[in-house]
């Protein structure tokens, strides 16, 4: 989970070539080429990822009992076209959606679970369901847009976006199969190379690599969590017998887990490696770990990587902004760990000060929530790696967001 998924040029070349899509990486964009509007968290340029990063950060902020401003709140639902969908971001909201704009599976999903936390929005969340049932694939997972192939990350947010909506993922299929049986498909059956992890999709010949993010991802959708995950039961052994596709989710969670277990166990992070660059600690993954096996019940494995992200993290957020911030808060969350006092830095106080004042002294209050969604059922309130072609014009910004999702050399 980083800032990853809200390339729309991305979307489009998985749609055009049916490409594995990598990873947008939590790093800064160029300067901004559009004003920052009113209400959005971070200060970089919001074309790819500013539903993704306003979702978690207001996620997050609910997470720790923080009101978001309401203008925040206000911006990303006024995102949402009329479909249901969201985009990576839409400069003017004001505009119809139409066809030129890209929408996509991961910032809909990631909004959904924002706005369900916060309560007040349950006729955006349920057309946001809406549409994202609709494209679901035959398999039972999605793809980053909407067509193409279902991929491990994809699959996974949106099962957290049906859960945090109050649907069972289990429950919602297309030609009989659900997104866990898409998730069977991807985990590698353990006992080999990259035994227990998940891939992020097929090769061309249809051979599964391990992928640490796509495993940290897959352990939450078979447990059916989103971001904001709690902590797990006690975790037990891996389950080698059988094949993957015929694994319960709960053991695909657990194969996943000692996956991630022994690719921390090491150094206590995960390593990413880019074309042309030295290898380097995945912080955002590596926070993605350690919320996967904290939510498995792995709460023994999650401490080395926790305890590096503690000692490490700090300089990685400030530089990479809201998102970053949040996955960090939600690794604290799903240990129960202070995310006020984070190896010596405040998480919860650098998070709000990359955006609007959130409300003063204020708790997320549940009631208030629940009776606004109650007053909104009455009102019937429905108020990418290969860029090719076109695509060239967003190269350079996308070169800057591509993390090593397909790249990643893993341990």
């Known amino acids: 989970m980083n800032v990853r998924r809200s390339a729309a040029a991305i979307a489009a070349a998985t749609v055009v070539l049916g490409a594995a899509v990598p990873a947008v990486a939590a790093t800064p964009s160029p300067a901004p080429s559009t004003a920052r509007p009113t209400g959005l968290y971070g200060t970089s340029d919001p074309t790819y990822d500013g539903v993704w990063r306003q979702s978690l950060a207001l996620l997050a902020q609910h997470t720790v009992g923080v009101t978001p401003a309401d203008a925040a709140v206000a911006w990303l639902a006024g995102q949402q076209c009329a479909n249901g969908a969201f985009a990576a971001f839409r400069a003017d909201p004001v505009e119809p959606c139409d066809a030129k704009l890209m929408t996509d599976t991961n910032s809909t999903a990631a909004a959904v679970q924002a706005l369900a936390a916060l309560g007040g929005h349950r006729a955006s969340v349920e057309k946001a369901v809406g549409w994202l049932k609709s494209v679901q694939n035959a398999d039972g997972g999605w793809g980053y847009a909407a067509g193409g192939a279902s991929d491990a990350n994809s699959t996974s947010v949106v099962a957290g976006a049906l859960a945090a909506a109050g649907q069972q993922p289990a429950q919602v299929r297309k030609a009989g199969k659900s997104p866990l049986d898409a998730l069977g498909k991807l985990s590698l ?44 039961k006690t975790s037990a052994a891996p389950v080698c017998g059988g094949t993957p596709g015929t694994l319960a989710p709960a053991d695909l969670a657990r194969n996943g887990a000692a996956h991630l277990t022994q690719a921390v166990a090491a150094t206590g992070h995960l390593t990413s490696a880019l074309p042309g660059a030295e290898d380097q600690p995945d912080y955002g993954n590596t926070a993605d770990a350690v919320v996967a096996l904290a939510a498995q019940g792995s709460a023994e494995q999650a401490k080395k990587p926790l305890a590096w ?17 949040a996955q960090l808060v939600f690794a604290a969350h ?53 860029i090719v072609g076109v695509f060239l014009v967003a190269g350079i910004g996308i070169g800057l967001l591509i993390s090593a999702r397909g790249r990643k050399r893993q341990p």
């Open 309 to 325: 992200l503690r000692q490490n993290a700090a300089a990685w957020a400030k530089q990479s902004g809201p998102a970053a911030y």
């Open 334 to 386: 799903a240990t129960g760990t202070d995310p006020r006092a984070f190896g010596g830095t405040d998480l919860v106080a650098q998070l709000n000060a990359t955006g609007p004042t959130p409300q003063a002294g204020a708790k997320a209050d549940a009631k208030a929530g629940a009776d606004a969604d109650k007053k909104s059922d009455s009102d019937s309130g429905y108020s990418v790696w290969l």
């Open 189 to 232: 059956p353990c006992g080999g190379d990259g035994g227990g992890a998940f891939a992020y999709q097929p090769d061309k010949k249809g051979a599964l690599a391990a992928n640490a993010d796509a495993t940290a991802a897959g352990v939450l959708g078979a447990l059916g969590e989103g971001f904001a995950a709690t902590a797990g």
